[in-house]
């Protein structure tokens, strides 16, 4: 046992002991065996010694620094005692957020998920979770702590649902690979922020508008042509960007005039090759031993993303609010306004669910008003008193 001392570890007592000479422990009046050990080099550690069933038994608790001395004595009080009653010293640290969400980015997002959505839990859990909640354990999470994090963020409704969203897939996670007990999860009473939802469809005059535009900047060679490629694919297939970037020749099938995507967001598909869409194909010049269709600006790459080349053609265009996804939804708005059914626009999207085509159902309804419209005007002009009837 450390010999009784009269001197009270308090900050500034700690701040100014010196080891003179060699390394020295100055041990604490208030607590038995808890002490500073003080280097010649000037770093300095807090350190328990007790004797317990096994023995006499040292540890360090840690760095003179980064907890206050009283914490540090309480930490030392419950170390003493585990020691007397022949218990592990320190047991395992409890395993904090950012140690889950670690785990959950190597384990899960970057095994189970695509690219795109892993860099994107990613960043939600960089921005956002682990400043605010990084360094406290697991299991000490509680939902007002997720409600706090969720109102923070409520200025931008879809970053706040998305971090709660991820950390809600973390916990539950964590329940199943034992890291806490079953029904702990403290984000599962968070009521997530309606998201404005953002719609934008191009019209008839916009889509030529933006052919018209693409022709001209290929003649002008002003932009790559496997961007300009790979835009008019994204308009005739109404695909999702990776999926059309991400191709191989091998993939196009033209005895059944398909594209077989292998690794789409909802699974491997089959997406219908018509006429413009195999045209376009046929206008790329094959670059011998690349299996990419889209190249990129280094030699064997592939077209990585197309949000520089985006940019340039709505500033060419002026339709500075038109996203590239939104190339998606105006292919859907188009099949709509010719007619073709929700499920059947589900299935050339690769929607999973019919729930996620359900979205555009407002559509049906303008054309089906727009049809009802027309039909009501036609028979009108016959039986309605004071109209001419229709030749």
């Not at 300095?44 to 003179?64: D, F, N």
């Not at 950390?167 to 079953?182: D, H, N, Q």
């Not at 300009?228 to 999926?243: K, N, Y």
Request: contains cysteine; hydrophobic residues 40%.
């Amino acid at each position: 046992m450390p010999r009784r001392s009269a001197l009270r570890l308090t900050k500034r007592i700690v701040e100014r002991l010196k080891a003179d000479g060699k390394d020295a422990i100055f041990w604490d009046a208030d607590l038995a065996g808890f002490g500073v050990r003080v280097h010649t080099t000037g770093r300095k550690l807090y350190i328990v010694q007790s004797r317990g069933p096994a023995g006499l038994k040292r540890v360090t608790l840690g760095r003179v620094g980064t907890e206050t001395v009283d914490a540090r004595r309480r930490e030392a009080a419950a170390v003493i005692d585990r020691i007397k009653r022949g218990e592990d010293p320190k047991p395992a640290r409890e395993p904090t957020v950012a140690d889950l969400a670690e785990r959950f980015l190597k384990n899960h997002a970057e095994v189970r998920c695509k690219p795109n959505t892993a860099r994107n839990y990613r960043k939600a859990l960089r921005n956002h979770v682990l400043p605010t909640l990084g360094k406290t354990p697991v299991g000490d999470v509680a939902p007002d702590d997720v409600a706090a994090l969720h109102h923070g963020l409520r200025d931008t409704p879809y970053v706040a649902n998305l971090a709660v969203w991820v950390l809600s897939k973390m916990f539950v996670l964590a329940e199943s690979w034992g890291m806490l007990p079953p029904g702990r999860n403290p984000c599962r009473h968070v009521r997530y922020y309606r998201e404005k939802s953002r719609e934008r469809f191009l019209t008839p005059e916009e889509f030529r508008l933006l052919g018209t535009t693409m022709k001209r900047l290929e003649a002008e060679g002003s932009m790559m042509p496997s961007a300009i490629a790979a835009v008019r694919l994204l308009m005739l297939t109404g695909c999702r960007s990776d999926e059309i970037l991400s191709l191989k020749w091998d993939d196009v099938d033209r005895t059944s005039r398909v594209l077989r995507l292998r690794d789409a967001k909802t699974g491997p598909r089959m997406v219908p090759l018509t006429g413009p869409a195999l045209k376009v194909l046929d206008g790329i010049e094959r670059a011998e031993g690349v299996p990419w269709i889209f190249l990129g600006a280094r030699p064997k790459s592939r077209l990585a993303c197309l949000s520089w080349h985006w940019r340039r053609i709505k500033q060419e265009t002026g339709l500075h609010d038109v996203r590239v996804h939104d190339l998606r939804h105006s292919y859907a708005s188009r099949a709509l306004a010719l007619g073709e059914s929700l499920p059947t626009i589900g299935r050339l999207l690769g929607h999973a669910r019919v729930g996620t085509t359900a979205k555009y159902a407002h559509l049906v309804r303008d054309a089906e008003k727009a049809a009802a419209a027309r039909t009501g005007d036609s028979i009108g002009a016959h039986i309605m008193p004071g109209r001419v009837e229709a030749a």
